[in-house]
């Protein structure tokens, strides 16, 4: 599968959000491996906290909700699911589908989460 990676560059005039992105190599159904991008903030021994955005954002939406639940204790992450943000976009619009987005974030989620997790979602999330 031929992917399209977001430069750096295109992220250096947001200046509301300071997280820096974490990448995981996550195992696709056609291609051998694909990468999303995730954002982490608050103490990483306390109960986590997934944001998952829907379309056609990504975690900057939740900018405004990541420090007031780190600050409260929570070890926040927030994805940006695949063709969205700093994670790959597929070119074809056909290596799109909803079995698809679930595979990845599956994957994605045993690697990137460990324990209970509160799972705060909207629209496609």
Known sequence: ??????????????TDFPYSPCFTEITDTVSSEITMAHYQCGPKDGHTVLLIHGEPTWAYLYRKMMP??????F????????????????????????ARHVI??????????????????????
């Open 75 to 98: 070890n926040v992450i927030a994805p940006d699911l695949i063709g969205f943000g700093r994670s790959d976009k597929p070119v074809r619009k056909e290596d799109y589908s909803y």
């Open 104 to 125: 990845w974030l599956k994957d994605w989620f045993s690697q990137a989460t460990k324990g209970p997790v509160t799972l705060f979602c909207q629209d496609w999330g």
């Open 1 to 14: 599968m031929q992917v399209l990676k977001t430069p750096e560059s295109a992220f250096d005039t947001i």
């Open 68 to 73: 007031i639940l780190a600050d409260a204790g």
